[in-house]
Each structure stands twice: as C-alpha cells, then as structure tokens.
C-alpha cells in the first residue's frame, strides 16, 4: 500500500515562494515514479513536475525555472519548491505516485498513476 499526504500549502502575493512536502508511506517498499498535479476550478487536471526512481525530472512548460521537484529518500518525502508564483498558479495541489514504469514523455500524465494525496490548495494573489 502507498499513502501520500501532502502539505505546505498556503496563501502568497505574486512573486513569492512556497513549498510542498508530501509524506510517502509504502509498504511493502516499492520502487516508485512521482509527479505533482495541480487543479485550479473549472479546469482539468496538470501534470506540474516529475521525478522517476533514478531522479530523472520533468516539468511542465508553464512552470519551468520556477518550480523544482525533489525527493528526500531518508524522510521518504516528495518536493515542490515553488519561486516566482503567479495568480496562475493558483489551484489545488497533488501527489501522485505509481510503481509502474513510466515513460518520459508521459511522466506527467495523470492516467499512469494510481496513488494521490488529499492534495494542499495554493493561493496566489496578485
């Protein structure tokens, strides 16, 4: 089983920073591929970033430079440091996380993961 728990999020003013934790339970340990999703209302969900077993990272074009994905393996913990946020970026945010392969230009794409979070809501005002 795989329990993901995100947290970090919060309300900024535009340009400002904020970093998402989410805490990674498996048991049995697997393996697993990883990715933030975002949501803001009435619109469909976005692959942000992903970070696959060896680190191999990937992010989507609206948030490159900005944000960085990065894991603890010690404190099992999955990052998103977030600079230079924009009203934009306002949306509820997600864990996801699957021990299936996948591929790098799918990295992002929320059918190929299985586990979520409850998923922490970013504000930024402008």
């Known amino acids: 089983q795989v329990q993901l728990v995100e947290s970090g999020g919060g309300s900024v003013q535009a340009g400002g920073s904020l970093k998402l934790s989410c805490a990674v339970s498996a048991k049995p340990y697997v393996s697993l591929y990883m990715a933030w999703f975002r949501q803001a209302p009435g619109k469909e969900r976005e692959g942000v970033a992903s970070i696959n077993p060896t680190g191999f990272t990937t992010y989507a074009d609206s948030v490159t430079v900005r944000f960085t994905i990065s894991k603890d393996g010690a404190k099992n913990t999955l990052f998103l440091q977030m600079n230079a946020l924009k009203p934009e970026d306002t949306a509820m945010y997600y864990c996801?996380?699957?021990?299936?392969?996948?591929?790098?230009?799918?990295?992002?794409?929320?059918?190929?993961?299985?586990?979520w979070g409850q998923g922490t809501q970013v504000t930024v005002s402008s």
């Open positions: 996801a996380a699957t021990p299936r392969g996948v591929p790098f230009a799918s990295a992002r794409m929320e059918k190929f993961y299985n586990y």
